[in-house]
C-alpha cells in the first residue's frame, strides 16, 4: 500500500490510572498533555502485521496472536503522529523487527544476544552477506533499502544510533547497575533515544542546523528519561516475570523501579509513586526547555516541529504503556 502526503493527527484523550496496576489505591497526577496518533494507524498497523506474519519464523499460532495484540505499529504512530503518510509504515517496520528481536535476546544470555546483535548489524552495514535463512537479517535489509529510496541522508542517519541500541542490548553494564545517574545514562542508549530522535527526523523529512541539534541536546535527554521511566513502571511485572524464569543473566532485574526502591529503603509501589512523581517534572522541564530552544530561533518551523515532536513520543509511549498487552494482564 501506497501512502499519500500525512493529513492531520487525530487528537486522543490523555492516560489516567492504569487499571491493571497495583497502583489503584493511589491516582496518577494527570499529564497536562494530549497524546495524538497518526491519522493512518489503521491502515498502517494492517499493512506491518500482514508483512512480519508473513516473514516471521514464528514458534506457534500463539506468538503471532500476542505480536499482533502487542500493538508495535500503534506505539509508533504514538511516537510520530506527525510522519508524513508515505515513511510512517517504514518506522513501524523498523521497531517492530527490534521489538521482536528484544523478545528473542530474553531467550539467550549476554555473549549469545551479542553474537546474534553483532551479525545483524554487520548485515546492516553489508559487511557480511544477508543470509535468507533467518528473518531479522532480510527484513532489515528490506527496510533499510526502502528507506533510502525515500531519503538517503536521514535514512543513514538512523544506522548507528540503531546499531547504538542493539549494543546496550546486551551490554553488562547493565548487569552491575548502581545509581540512578548511571541508570539513565545506560538506558539513553538501551531506550533508544538516539534511535527514535532519528527515526523521528527521517519521518518528519527535518534537517536540524548544528546551532539546532546543541539547542536540543537537553531535551533529547530530558525525553529518554521520561520514556525510560514511564516503560519502567508499567513493564515492571513482565520484567519480574521474566526473571523468575531466565537464566542468570537474564534474571538481573535493570530497572529503576528495583533499583530506586533498594537504594532508598522503599517497596516497590512507593518506588513506582515517587517515579511518577519526576516523570510530572520532567514534562514541566521540557515545556521550559522547549520555550526557551525556540526563542533562540524565533520562528524556525523545523525546531518548533521536532520539540513538538519530542512531547508526542513521551506522551505517546505513556498511552501506549498504559494499555499494551505486552506490559499488562501478567499472571505471577
Known sequence: MMLTEARPAAALSPPDSPKASNLHLWHITPSTWAPRCHSLVDEVSR?????????????????KKVFVAAGFSRVTCLYFPLANNDRIALACKLLAVLFLVDDELEEMNLDEGKVYNDSLIATSKGEIPVDPSKPAQTILQDIWNAMRAHDIELANSVLEPTFTFMRAQTDRERLNMTGLGNYFKYRERDVGKALLSALMRFTMGLRLSPLQQKLVQSLEENCSRHISIVNDIYSFEKELKASLTMNEEGAVLCTA??????????????AKRVLWSMVREWEKIHDRLAEEAC????GAEVLHSYVKGLEFQMSGNELWSKTTPRYHHVDM
Open 47 to 63: 499493512e506491518v502485521d500482514e508483512y512480519f506474519l508473513s516473514r516471521w519464523n514464528w514458534p506457534s499460532e500463539r506468538s
Open 257 to 270: 523501579v528495583k533499583l530506586l526502591s533498594d537504594e532508598a529503603g522503599m517497596d516497590v509501589e512507593a
Open 295 to 298: 526563542n533562540v530561533e524565533d
